[in-house]
């Protein structure tokens, strides 16, 4: 009896353990992620004035050619669509390039595999990385919609209940499609340019017609993007969507991170069978 109570204990300490060091673990990858914005800043800062000039171009510029087609007030319903569209369109560029350019920058390094043989696991790290890399894409994406709707003084509901859920579901999809590149930089090394490229087609992702298409839901980015648009203009809240579109939210955000996590490790194997895994 004394024998299944150690047992227990002992696996009871263990569970304990593995959850102070994932937390400590996230803590150590989230406090890097931080370190190196604030050495870099010029270039967060940079990031964040560049996405905000370029949705001034577009808000800005749509509003002259409004005020000379028929007044804002026509088009009030297409700014905030706007708005909202770019607030996703952030976070998910975030969320998206940050895996892939890490995976870059510690193979550039010559790090990457030390964090594969580390004893936290490689698949464990990957993914404390994607939660911390979540984290930051979020509050990137909340200055961003400040500064918008300070500069158009549009107003538009914020119920958080119902919006992070949604846009951590959402951006699970984007961190599915990063997982992709992340692999294909790793056996091929220089993918900037798809990779860019890929940053356009999200914002087509976003702004693709879920409505009239139904299919167009599975396609990454898309059914989340329609519920926030539906969230943060019409004060839809969570309970208030159809179980189908909830159901279909979760289904593609857990398929995308699991499809794009599989070929990561794919390309993975492939590099270290080649031996370019630490080569840049």
């Known amino acids: 009896m004394s024998n299944v109570s150690a047992t227990e204990s002992g696996v009871g300490q263990s ?11 996230f803590w150590t990858v989230l406090r890097m992620n931080l370190l190196l914005m604030i ?13 905000y000039l370029f949705f001034g171009v577009i808000f800005f510029g749509g509003s002259a050619a409004a005020e ?10 297409t700014f905030d669509a706007i708005i909202v569209g770019w ?3 952030t976070m998910a560029q975030s969320a998206y390039g940050s895996l ?33 890399n979540i984290l930051l894409s979020m509050v990137m994406g909340l200055i961003m919609l400040v500064l918008m709707l300070v500069t158009t003084g549009r107003s538009l509901a914020l119920n958080f209940v119902t919006i992070i859920p949604i846009t951590v579901l959402t951006l699970l999809t984007a961190v599915g499609v990063g997982y992709i590149f992340a692999g294909l930089a790793l056996v091929y090394k220089r993918v900037g340019s798809v990779s860019q490229l ?28 329609s519920m926030l648009q539906q969230s943060m203009r019409a004060g839809v809240q969570l309970w208030e969507f ?8 979760l289904v593609a955000g857990i398929g995308y991170l699991t499809a794009g996590h599989l070929v990561f490790m794919f390309c993975l194997n492939l590099a270290r069978k080649r031996g370019v895994m630490g080569h840049y």
Do not use: C
């Not at 569970?15 to 673990?25: A, I, P, V, Y």
């Open 15 to 25: 569970d304990t353990d593995s959850g102070t060091g994932s937390l400590l673990l």
């Open 100 to 132: 892939s350019s890490e995976i870059t920058q510690e193979s550039r390094w010559g790090t990457l595999e030390q964090l594969y043989v580390s004893p936290h696991g490689f698949g464990r790290i990957l993914g404390m990385k994607v939660l911390a």
């Open 68 to 77: 000379s087609v028929g007044g804002m007030s026509a088009f009030g319903g």
């Open 198 to 225: 890929a940053q356009f087609a999200l914002l087509g992702f976003i702004a693709a017609p879920a409505a009239d298409v139904p299919l167009l839901k599975l396609l990454p980015l898309t059914q989340g993007s």
């Open 242 to 249: 159809a179980p189908l579109d909830i159901v279909i939210l």
């Open 87 to 89: 607030f996703l369109w």
């Open 39 to 51: 050495r870099y800043r010029l270039n967060f800062v940079a990031q964040i004035v560049g996405m």
